[in-house]
């Protein structure tokens, strides 16, 4: 059965790829040709655990939403749970930051308000009422629904379907926390068909990408439960080699 934060992704619009179209779920890739400017807003997504630059927020946003950020397959989930991080480590800012995004399209500002909900911000409510006002009908019937729904935190969410990984894996590019990505070994042991597998996958992609990664992968191996431990050591031999390759 799913749980309620993978229900409540979906429930406002954001569809997720299943695992057997997109076997290789993980930190995101695009399919784009970027300026030089928004590859720097990329690599602002892909680097903020190590290099957490908030003053960038509202521009780098922007360029995102013109990069196409926001439209690739699973990319809303991994947004959502990337800006719920952000939001969370910047409580202070997050109304200024909202105002300054209204200009959004409508879709990527309803993203950024399902992030805010999420990352228990005390004032979520009254910013995403104030979002309400001047968009269209479906987006105001999206907040309301939102709003009817109790906030779920993105790092105690079990991972169960392809949504809740990129929720963990967006949450992880903003913490560099282990706890999303022993969220996500927990679904090694989980035995739901598919997910397993796909999660082996997604852990040796992005070991091979992220030192950190394959740092918690590493020292999680003792700690697994044997059934664990066996996937968890392939994906971290599947993902040693590409770590060692130079980068082009």
Excluded at 58 to 82: C, D, K, M, T, W
């Amino acid at each position: 059965m799913k749980t309620y934060l993978t229900l409540f992704v979906a429930s406002l619009g954001f569809a997720s790829v299943s695992f057997a179209n997109q076997p290789h779920r993980g930190l995101p890739t695009y399919e784009v040709t970027a300026s030089a400017n928004e590859a720097e807003a990329l690599k602002w997504v892909y680097t903020y655990y190590q290099n957490p630059r908030p003053a960038e927020f509202a521009r780098n946003v922007h360029l995102l939403s013109q990069a196409g950020y926001f439209e690739q397959a699973g990319q809303p989930a991994q947004a959502i749970g990337f800006f719920s991080q952000v939001f969370a480590q910047n409580a202070e800012l997050v109304n200024f930051w909202m105002a300054e995004t209204r200009s959004l399209p409508e879709k990527h500002q309803r993203i950024l308000a399902s992030a805010l909900w999420l990352s228990g911000n005390p004032r979520g409510e009254a910013i995403i009422r104030r979002q309400m006002t001047g968009v269209s009908e479906a987006v105001r019937t999206d907040l309301a629904a939102l709003l009817e729904k109790k906030p779920a935190a993105v790092a105690t969410s079990p991972v169960d379907s392809p949504t809740a990984m990129d929720l963990q894996w967006g949450a992880f590019l903003a913490t560099g926390s282990e706890l999303h990505i022993t969220n996500i070994l927990a679904s090694l042991g989980s035995g739901q068909r598919g997910i397993a597998e796909s999660a082996r996958l997604s852990l040796a992609l992005n070991a091979a990408e992220h030192p950190r990664v394959l740092e918690i992968c590493r020292a999680q191996l003792d700690k697994q439960p044997n059934e664990v431990r066996l996937l968890l050591k392939a994906a971290i031999n599947d993902a040693q080699p590409a770590a060692r390759q130079p980068s082009s």
